[in-house]
């Protein structure tokens, strides 16, 4: 088991460098330069002080080489600074750290939404014994992963806030405002975990283990849950762990048609703006929670199946 720990650790440290180096290339390598714009606010282009670039360069350290900047951030970001946003001049880690709690909690919310309807609608297809109910429960997984996030939004806001007036169509207004852009992310997502489960479910329901419970007197019920649910539980853990990377992404939309504070707007400001240190904190950050999340994914599966521990050590001593 801590062979099998390590070598998680060292994965997700691999994650996040990987997720700071791409990071770093593509902003590189991207058009314009953000120093110009931020001198250049609220002026003309030619009425820029070349002095004052300069010095905004070395400031931020432009002016040295692409290695030799790439270095300097690193070491810098693995102590956990960031420097400072070119647009606002605030730090960056004061900056996330501000608006990380609106969407972990956003993000958390529409995980848990998302694992209670996808998980009971699986559930509900693969147990009921009639066949029309049992179609009509599978179809709705690929309608919910076909429909756009923003549209999902936009007609939620409509029927709940214009219509209905039940809940707030914009802000961060406490537990009310919260519901609509976490159903927001919780339907595609929650559509993803019930595919993938109902799959495993109908498969495990086939197994020969599943036909002895049955032989020696459990209940259908008790089959079902006991029985095929623990088994069929691991691709749809696997599922999940990844999923939260794409609430993540998804919370710059969500966050951006609700109004709502956190890091999806400032990740929409900072790319708007080339703001490359915010952007690079940004990166990272989301990084390490899907990592995070990942890594306690790992950790749960030997709980579910111990031989994925044993599996793991007989393939590190063949190597």
Known sequence: MRRYVIKRLAQAVGVLWAAYTVSFVVLDLLPGDPVTAMASAGMDSGDVDPARL????????????????YAGYLGRAVRGDFGDSISTGRPVTSTLTDALPQT??????????????????AVAATYTSRRWLRQLLLSLPPLGVSVPTFWVGLLLVEAFSFRLRW??????DGLRGLVLPALTLAIPTGAQVAQVLAKSLLTALDQAYVETARAKGAGRWQVHLR??????????????????????????????????????????AAVTSQDIPLVQGVVVFGALIFVATNLLVDLVYPLLDPRIVVASDRRASFI
């Open 54 to 69: 300069a010095a905004l360069r070395h400031e931020y350290g432009f002016d040295k080489p692409v290695l030799a900047q």
């Open 104 to 121: 972990l909690q956003l993000t958390s919310a529409a995980l848990l939404l998302a694992v209670l309807f996808g998980g009971g609608l």
């Open 167 to 172: 809940f707030p169509a914009f802000g961060n």
């Open 227 to 268: 029985h095929a649910l623990r088994n069929a539980s691991l691709p749809a853990l696997t599922v999940v762990g990844l999923l939260v990377g794409q609430l993540i992404a998804g919370s710059v939309v969500v966050e951006t048609v609700f109004s709502r504070d956190g890091l999806g707007r400032v990740t929409a």
